[in-house]
């Protein structure tokens, strides 16, 4: 599975910006996706992920609300919505493929990563 994330970017705080993760070489519609952060000098956090068949969904406490993920199969792509956003919200987000098809917090879960879009919030 080859992933490939996109719309990063510099936003004031307040702003909205949209993730996308396209994904090819697998049946996307059999696997669960994620979202994932890394802050310069921090862990990996989970932000966010969604089921195969996006009857769940799955978010962090600290973007909930404000995130929203949604997944078109049809074209094979995820989409990371994020509104009021914050400084704490800079990092680099990362999307991952859970082959299990469930979705998880747990980054352990995942099969499969993306590359990573630099999102930055400026204050």
């Known amino acids: 599975v080859q992933l490939q994330a996109s719309g990063g970017g510099l936003v004031e705080a307040g702003g909205s910006l949209r993730l996308s993760c396209s994904a090819s070489g697998r049946t996307f519609s059999n696997f669960a996706m994620g979202w994932f952060r890394q802050a310069p000098g921090k862990e990996r956090e989970f932000v966010a992920a969604i089921n195969w068949s996006s009857s769940r969904t799955y978010y962090a406490d600290s973007v909930k609300g404000r995130f929203t993920l949604s997944r078109d199969n049809a074209k094979n792509t995820v989409h990371l919505q994020m509104s009021s956003l914050k400084p704490e919200d800079t990092a680099v987000y990362y999307c991952?493929?859970?082959?299990?098809?469930?979705?998880?917090?747990?980054?352990?879960?995942?099969?499969?990563w993306g590359q990573g879009t630099q999102v930055t919030v400026s204050s």
């Open positions: 991952a493929a859970d082959l299990g098809g469930s979705g998880s917090y747990d980054y352990r879960e995942y099969d499969y």
